[in-house]
């Protein structure tokens, strides 16, 4: 996306459609000048003033609002910012904006712009500005701690010691090519920078390990509810649910495609998926369903293999990557058949009809999601994850080559760490996942 820094930018920074109060945010060099002209005056910095708000053009009365200044540097972005709450209506939002829009050097706001300018204007890293998008998407509570801490510099932290460590090693290492012919020079350089890697590295190991747990907790697990024709499948998803989401019929093959459902477990966001009953068709379109039913549930991390209480089906396998929690349906139908006689130790027996076992599901997928997410680290996108990957990979071929390595391309090794470490913060290689991190901000923030 192409930006220019020069400009004014506006955007309505609080949610769209009627409300009491809304907030408009400008940032950029020409906010004390709208401020005079439409306000009358610029407020004394950080204090919201009752100003009437005029069209810079035709001086007509938009609103009264609560206008504020903070100039720069001590802004969100860096720049001088303004806002003015002004009331919620459409109506006032659409003067307010459109007044914005007929000023010289003033134009609307891009998706995620005011967060980029902060991180240009050194305001914010790369992390940080991560957090703070986590932080607006956050449905759980679970999330919403998680993206404080990112947001506020756990992340940024971790990063900035281990290459500080790094940095000292590096220093180690140019001392002893640039000066191992001076008296002064003291021995065993090499080892010191050595056991400095070595000790980053175990840092890491242990963070990409974790780091299935901080990715779940921002994207969630996935629950796919899978069997055969009428199991039971969408009448549980319903009774999870606790509202009804899916047509529940006797007539096999309703479900043809699958239905999400999003759904608080303890903080824990997870996706349920009911899914096409799995069998056997000539008919296309049910073929196409359960090829997508076995898609979603080879990527999932939960599956409740369903089965009725009278069939003899056998429970989904092959889903290597998931924990299969294997349910006995319908269990109020089966009056007088010795339900449970030849179910696995292993199996639950539930009536979604009835909400009988339905807690005690609930209850084991609420200690297998806090057992997933337990242990959640700094990691919370595949792109962190990467990274440190990259600066662990080139910090054990250092290691491994041991004091035969040669001392130019042991220092390599540290300096491109360094750069893997830094692409998390944004210190370096920021440019190629600027446009795709702030595509999915909302346009005022």
Known sequence: MQISRNDTIFA????AGRAGIAVVRLSGPACRFVLELMAGHVPRPRRLELCRLRHPLSRDL??????????????????????LHVHGG?????????????????????????????????KMDLSAIEGLGDLIDAE?????????????????????????????????VEAELDFADESDVPDGLRERAMALLVSVADELRREIARARSGERIRSGLTVVIAGPPNAGKSTLLNALAQRDVAIVSDIPGTTRDSIEVHWDLAGIPVTLVDTAGLRESRDPI?????????????????ILSLRAFDSQ????????????????????????RGVGSDASLDELELSAATGEGVEALVARLETMAKN????????????HREAFAGALATLERAISAGPGHPGELFAEDI??????????TGRVDVEDVLDRLFAGFCIGK
């Not at 039913?293 to 991390?301: C, F, S």
């Not at 997933?372 to 792109?383: Q, S």
């Open 313 to 336: 089906t056998e429970h989904l396998q092959d889903a290597p990557g998931a924990v299969i929690i294997p349910i006995r349906t319908k269990i109020d139908l089966a009056t007088g």
């Open 286 to 302: 049910e073929q196409e369903g359960v090829r997508r039913a076995r898609d979603r549930a080879r990527n999932a991390d939960v």
């Open 140 to 172: 759980t509570e679970m999330q919403r701690r998680q993206a404080m801490r990112q947001m506020r510099g756990e992340l940024r932290d971790a990063v900035e010691r281990w290459r500080t460590t790094l940095i000292e090693a590096s220093a180690f």
């Open 12 to 15: 309505l920074a609080s949610g």
């Open 90 to 122: 459409r109506a006032v939002i659409g003067a307010v904006i459109a007044g914005l829009g007929e000023i010289s050097g003033c134009r609307l706001a891009g998706p995620g712009e005011f967060s980029r300018r902060a991180l240009l204007n050194g």
């Open 415 to 424: 300096r491109l760490a360094m750069r893997y470490l830094g692409r998390v």
């Open 372 to 383: 997933v997410v337990a242990d959640g680290g700094l990691v919370t996108r595949a792109r």
């Open 62 to 83: 938009l609103d009264e609002a609560l206008v504020a200044f903070f100039p720069s540097p001590n802004s969100f972005t860096g720049e001088d910012v303004a806002e």
